[in-house]
């Protein structure tokens, strides 16, 4: 009879405290909420990794839909400096999501000019500007054509950036600091251009092949003594094994054409025949995991992680039979890329650890 009385005494407590906390659930969220954002606006991400050489995926996909992953952007963390290469759909949302300020941003480069490699960018722009007010404009690189590419967003976001001036202020927001400054290249045809080099820090770019797409790019990361090669969007190509020859992390882009193949034959069964021969046409252009494997096998990388993934993988099974035998030929550490997914290279060591930064 005690015990009884004393579960009972437990439970009117436990329904009590519910119902309070029901009563009390939106001021508790609030308090809850500003706890949140003021440790989210305090934290410095950047201070808190090891010196090293650190590569995020802010955008892992194509321009197919994929919950998992955005439209392609790769952060680039070099000890305290921080660069971003591509600027797909949900770049700028997903460097915050990673608890990164956009406003650290020293420069953005581009691979080509393919929509889903540059739609995310006005954005990206805006909030590189209007997290910490900086007053200098991001340099951005890119084969010839990226001076139009910039022009075009500067023209589009010219409205919005005097309305924010008008709105905040010149001391807030500076006007000269909005956008960015277009840096043309042209990398050699048979080899590599250092875009940026100190005495820890080397950015190179080189040419890959993605025809008729040209000019199109891969780049090469190296810092103290760590290296990062991302493909770009490419067919095998004979420059990216040249460039990864040896380096800790290959970032390369892979496309499972059989996967591809099922969408055109449903696009066929749906009468859409247009659909159907862009999924033809979009095979030429790409890697296959296998062939990406075999690049990596070859350069005798030490870690290949696949992006621009194509098509979705929505179901359980699908990214073993996107790798297909792509395992087989390359034995070392392979991982099927995702938003969010963080490398970390430290100094000093030759490990490539994998975290999730959401």
Not at 181 to 208: C, Q, R, T, Y
Request: aromatic content about 8%; overall charge neutral.
């Amino acid at each position: 009879m005690k015990r009884r009385a004393v579960l009972l005494s437990i439970l009117l407590l436990m329904a009590f405290a519910a119902a309070v906390a029901f009563v009390w659930r939106a001021p508790l969220s609030v308090a809850l909420a500003g706890r949140m954002i003021s440790s989210h606006l305090s934290t410095d991400a950047l201070a808190a990794l090891p010196d090293g050489l650190h590569v995020g995926l802010c955008g892992a996909g194509s321009p197919f839909p994929d919950e998992k992953r955005s439209g392609p952007c790769t952060l680039v963390i070099a000890g305290k400096r921080m660069f971003v290469f591509d600027a797909g759909n949900a770049s700028a949302r997903n460097i915050g999501k990673m608890g990164f300020n956009h406003g650290r941003i020293e420069a953005i480069f581009l691979t080509h000019f393919h929509s889903d490699h540059i739609d995310g960018l006005g954005e990206l722009l805006m909030q590189r500007w209007v997290s910490t007010g900086n007053a200098a404009p991001v340099p951005l690189y890119g084969p010839p054509g990226v001076e139009q590419v910039v022009a075009g967003f500067m023209s589009a976001y010219q409205l919005d950036q005097h309305y924010r001036v008008a709105h905040h202020g010149e001391q807030t927001l500076p006007a000269g600091g909005f956008g960015a400054v277009p840096h043309a290249f042209s990398a050699p045809p048979d080899g590599h251009l250092v875009l940026i080099k100190d005495a820890d820090l080397e950015i190179s770019v080189f040419n890959v092949d993605h025809a008729p797409v040209h000019p199109a790019v891969g780049y090469v990361i190296r810092y103290k003594g760590r290296s990062v090669v991302l493909s770009g969007d490419t067919k095998k190509s004979a420059a990216v094994q040249r460039e990864a020859t040896g380096v800790d992390l290959l970032v390369h882009e892979a496309l499972s054409a059989p996967l591809v193949g099922l969408i055109g034959q449903g696009a066929a069964a749906a009468g859409r025949p247009n659909f159907k021969k862009l999924m033809a046409d979009v095979v030429d252009y790409h890697s296959s995991p296998e062939q990406a494997a075999e690049v990596a096998r070859d350069a005798k990388v030490r870690y290949l992680l696949l992006n621009h993934i194509a098509p979705p993988l929505p179901l359980p099974g699908l990214e073993k039979a996107f790798l297909g035998s792509a395992g087989t030929i390359y034995q070392g550490p392979l991982r099927v890329g995702a938003d969010g997914d963080f490398l970390s290279l430290p100094v000093g060591s030759d490990q490539v650890n994998l975290s999730q930064r959401f």
